[in-house]
């Protein structure tokens, strides 16, 4: 299963990283119209040219989303997320958006992510 995030640094990054040395595939969906800011851990950039309008992307393409933190995109990109009916797991949220799932720390986001994909179709 491959991650789709938003390519660039910080958790983008590391998330991507943790899939590369995984065995993984990252993908990431970036704003700019080109790669000049992907992170060295995508496995796939795709530059969209979109801005911001990319989150819907993300959101879109993630079987579940994982958001860590709570940026005003990483918010929009649950807040869509739930809108379509995905399962939607946080980490370190400063607010908490109806029908996300909050996690107690690193190792319980990972058992419910897991949870999740063990019960998709």
């Known amino acids: ?18 899939a590369s040395e995984g065995g993984g595939i990252s993908i990431g969906i970036l704003p700019e119209e ?5 992170n060295e851990w995508l ?23 994982v958001a860590i933190g709570g940026n005003m995109g990483t918010l929009s990109e649950m807040a869509m997320g739930l809108k379509w009916g995905k399962p939607v797991f946080m980490l370190h949220g400063d607010i908490a958006l109806p029908g996300a799932v909050a996690a107690a720390n690193a190792n319980d986001l990972l058992q419910k992510v897991v949870n999740s994909l063990l019960s998709w179709r």
């Not at 299963?1 to 943790?18: D, E, N, S």
Request: proline share 2%; net charge positive.
């Open 1 to 18: 299963m491959a991650i789709v995030c938003g390519g660039r640094g910080g958790v983008m990054a590391a998330a991507a990283r943790g």
């Open 43 to 65: 496995s796939v950039a795709v530059p969209t040219g979109m801005g911001e309008l990319r989150n819907a992307i993300v959101a879109r393409s993630g079987v579940c989303l």
């Open 34 to 38: 080109d790669a000049r800011n992907a």
